[in-house]
């Protein structure tokens, strides 16, 4: 039987009570949709998560892909997953009726998506990355395309990835190297090599659909000649048969976790003879391609926040059955040993973990009704308003779970011990999986960078001025109720203190340029994420404490005070560190740009 990985009492708490699912069925794209349906879409995704995939966490990371023969040769359940996931219409799910989806509302699919990787992530893998390449042809692809390949890829017959990645640019991606020549028959030669490549390669379907970037012959340099093309493991000849399409897999990574899931290095027309094909216009690549990148990053920052779950409920559940010491208060050595999470650190650690996975589902959730409301508002100016705070907490959602997440992971581990360090339990697991995270789909650094330097700057900084809104917003709604005016208050000083942060750092961009304006973006990336957790804690301690003015049952009562306990943690233990944060970001001196690499010489 599987353990519990998250709680669908919170889920639906998420969903219904704080962010108001139901509003979304108003609409007439999602009038298909209503409270029964959410209900039972969760819990067969629940039944996926513990019937299907968690049965093969560990064996799929014990037994990891392998290379044989050109082949990559993944474990045998992976076929089965794909299989389900097409024929269950998990993969389809979001998409449009045109393409036999079913329109279902991103809060929805992203509370299953929780369950899923929760479960088992290597496995969650293959259907995400098929849904993500799939929705990019239907976007910017021409019929034939979308023909061609759409329906395949959601009914998991046929892999999809995102191939960016090359050797010696990482990720830098005006530096690829790829490169796609012009064919007399309309398509292009493409001839380079990619590496990291989740999935890129394996025997569980029988065609892997690589969205790749490449530039074309003759294109502008730089970022701006950068074209995006569907390059086939196989593609389809004159007589409707699959062919070898000059893709040779060089290695299969071996990884710290994420084991189940295969990382390829691929090698692309040694025989002059692979054949791309061109999605939109040349030279927009790049543009297309943030649309999956961005969807990416939240799915990472899913993944994230989905383990840092498993390996709370693990030490939960570990920690109320351990026995081990006495209260300090007990001197008697005859009195029986208490569970280890009666003690006050242990409830410190747990307090930690539980903080951080559901302060990052909320912040999670919050973005994926942004989406929704993207997607049926027909006012230009809110549509407008959900797009840029999409874009602004985008990298916020990627790497708040994910930094934080392998935090509360090691946590998990200290509540059991030394066996927590050991294979017989799976938080040993878990930490390693979720390591990947601050480094897929643009680092840390990369998403800090992104923040500061793109999404607080642009449309002259409105994006930060609607975020600052949503806060009030949340701030005044808290001052309703006499339980919260402390932490709204709080809130209130920390969003002051980044704003002073926020236009000192504009102005250091000003007189000293974007190096040194940028120099600690990653710290105040941290900052930022902070305060969207806090800003995600009062919103729910909000609903909390409406909730228990109505008289809810005892069980319901203890529901809502352990969110009220919570939210006060995180305000108590977690938000004073941006104090910190903000007393370096507020100084002139770039400190690490002063620093010569000669000088770490011994």
């Given amino acids: 039987m599987a353990p519990k990985i998250i709680s669908m009492r919170n889920l639906k708490f998420l969903l219904y009570e704080v962010f108001d699912i139901e509003t979304l069925t ?35 990371d014990r037994q990891v892909p392998r290379l044989e023969n050109g082949a990559v040769k993944v474990h045998p359940q992976v076929a089965t997953i794909l299989q389900e996931f097409g024929e269950g219409g998990w993969i389809s799910a979001r998409f449009p009726e045109e393409f036999d989806g079913d329109q279902m509302p991103l809060l929805i699919t992203s509370a299953c998506w929780l369950i899923f990787c929760g479960a088992n992530y290597s496995a969650a893998a293959f259907p995400a990355l098929c849904a993500g390449a799939a929705r990019l042809i239907t976007s910017f692809g021409n019929q034939r395309l979308i023909d061609t390949y759409v329906a ?17 640019a990482g990720s830098s991606l005006t530096d690829i190297t790829t490169t796609a020549v012009p064919a007399d028959d309309g398509t292009y030669r493409v001839k380079g090599r990619k590496v990291f490549i989740s999935a890129g390669d394996h025997d569980a379907t029988e065609n892997v659909i690589h969205l790749m970037l490449a530039k074309i012959e003759g294109a502008p340099v730089g970022i701006k000649g950068v074209s995006l093309f569907v390059v086939p493991k196989k593609r389809i000849a004159a007589d409707d048969e699959l062919v070898a399409n000059d893709i040779v897999v060089s290695q299969i990574f071996h990884k710290l976790g994420y084991r189940g899931c295969p990382i390829t290095e691929l090698s692309m027309g040694e025989k002059d003879d692979c054949h791309g094909y061109l999605v939109g216009e040349p030279h927009r690549g790049i543009m297309y391609m943030f649309q999956m ?29 351990r026995p081990q010491g006495r209260r300090l208060s007990e001197k008697d050595p005859a009195v029986p040993q208490i ?11 747990l307090l930690f973990q539980r903080s951080v996975v559901e ?40 790497t708040y ?65 609607l975020f600052i809104e949503e806060l009030q917003g949340t701030i005044a709604a808290a001052g309703a ?21 926020t236009l000192h750092l504009f102005g250091l961009a000003g007189e000293k340029g974007p190096e040194v304006f940028l120099a600690d973006a990653t710290l105040f990336l941290e900052l930022f994420g902070t305060v969207a957790i806090a800003w995600q804690w009062l919103l729910q301690s909000v609903k909390a404490q409406a909730a228990l003015a109505s008289g809810p049952s005892a069980a319901e009562t203890n ?30 001196n770039p400190l690490t740009m002063g620093m010569e690499t000669a000088f770490f010489n011994d």
């Fill in 293 to 321: 990148m961005n969807e990416e990053r939240i799915g990472v920052g899913t993944a994230a926040a989905a383990i840092a779950s498993a390996a709370y409920y693990a030490a939960l559940a570990y920690t109320r059955e």
């Fill in 339 to 349: 569970p280890i999470i009666e003690h006050a650190d242990v409830k410190r650690m």
């Fill in 481 to 501: 109720y006499p339980e919260l005016l402390s932490l709204a208050k709080r809130l209130d000083a920390a969003q002051q203190k980044l704003q002073d942060v």
């Fill in 26 to 60: 108003q609409y007439p794209y999602y009038k298909a949709h209503n409270k029964k349906m959410f209900d039972l879409v969760l819990d067969a995704a629940q039944k996926i998560g513990t019937k299907l995939l968690y049965p093969v966490f560990e064996e799929m």
């Fill in 559 to 588: 529901f809502y005070q352990g969110k009220l306990y919570t939210g006060r943690y995180f305000f108590s233990y977690e938000l004073p560190k941006i104090e910190g944060l903000a007393i370096r970001l507020l100084e002139t």
């Fill in 401 to 465: 779970p994910a930094e934080m997440g392998i935090q509360a992971t090691s946590q998990a581990i200290q509540c059991f011990g030394g066996y927590g360090y050991c294979e017989d339990f799976p938080v040993e697991q878990l930490f390693r999986d979720m390591r990947i995270h601050a480094i897929h789909e643009g680092t840390t650094g990369i998403q800090g960078m992104d923040l500061l330097g793109r999404k607080l700057v642009m449309h002259e900084g409105r994006a930060g001025w």
């Fill in 152 to 168: 395949k890829m959601l009914s998991g017959q046929w892999q999809g990835t995102m191939a960016l990645t090359e050797p010696q």
């Fill in 359 to 398: 302060g990052s589902f909320a912040l999670l959730l919050q973005c994926a009704l942004y989406e929704g409301l993207i997607t049926v508002t027909k006012d230009e100016t809110e549509k407008e308003k959900y797009r840029l705070l999409l874009d602004l907490l985008t990298p916020v959602a990627k």
